[in-house]
């Protein structure tokens, strides 16, 4: 009576046809050995290509949008030639950082025409703008900056508690150290002005202190100091 075969064989299916094929493979080259390889995992390899390459594209198409809006909003932004249409943007766009630069050149405009509460209201508001952009060190540069000539422009305004204002961005080490010489150069000269000498040589003397020896404002210091002799040995500042 003949075998039945059938029944040796492994159901469809079984993990054991495969150790058939390594078998027959044992001695095969590597050609052989990589169309084994791919036909036990084409669909995992076709599925994960297929996925980066999904990926990749994606992901250049955000880049690509990403700089044609930069290129649009830069575009819309030249565009605008007065305060008006600045204003305007910047309510458009918040978020941005040119929206806090937009504030700024209104801020700016306002200050050499000489209305600094309307300049104080407006870089009060680049502040916020700058807040709410993407923290970079030029736009926190352009907040404390805009920080900065708000409270010059109420010291000019003659505001209370405006050099208050003006000595936080001076005490603040965060700020760029341009700002924070300008602002304790601009104490010292109202100290000055005021004919109050130990102020000015304690701001004077934090020039000396918090800011590099070589910094921007050193030959403006020196000069204040040769043109007020009170400053050469000034008094002691009053206990407090």
């Known amino acids: 009576m003949p075998d039945d075969r059938s029944s040796k064989q492994p159901p469809a299916g079984d993990d054991r046809n495969l150790v058939v094929v390594d078998e027959d493979f044992a001695n095969a080259d590597a050609e052989d050995r990589l169309w ?6 084409k669909t995992l390899i076709v ?17 690509f949008w990403n700089e044609s809006r930069r290129l649009e909003l830069g575009a819309e932004f030249t ?5 008006a249409a600045r204003r305007a943007f910047a309510d458009r766009h918040p ?3 040119l929206a806090a630069v937009a504030l700024t050149d209104v801020a700016d405009d306002l200050k050499r025409g000489g209305k600094f509460a309307d300049a104080a209201k407006a870089y009060d508001k680049a502040v916020s703008l700058a807040a709410l952009a993407a923290k970079t060190p ?16 109420r010291l000019e305004a003659g505001e209370a508690d405006a050099a208050k204002a003006v000595a936080a961005v001076a005490d603040d ?13 601009t104490l010292a000269n109202v ?5 109050d000498a130990a102020e000015a040589a304690k701001w004077l003397n934090a020039m000396d202190k918090k800011l590099r020896a070589n910094h921007v404002w050193k030959g403006d210091k020196e000069m204040l100091v040769r043109s007020e002799p009170a400053l ?9």
């Open 36 to 41: 084994l390889f791919w036909e036990r995992n």
């Open 47 to 63: 599925q994960g290509t297929t996925a980066v390459v999904i990926g990749i594209l994606g992901f250049l198409a955000y880049f």
């Open 79 to 83: 565009a605008c030639q007065d305060e």
């Open 95 to 97: 978020g941005e950082a």
């Open 138 to 153: 030029a736009v926190e540069a352009l907040g404390a900056r805009a920080r900065l000539y708000a409270a010059l422009c």
């Open 173 to 185: 080490v965060a700020a760029p150290e341009t700002l924070r010489g300008f602002a304790m150069l």
């Open 191 to 195: 100290a000055v002005a005021k004919g």
């Open 232 to 240: 050469v040995a000034p008094p002691a500042p009053a206990a407090k």
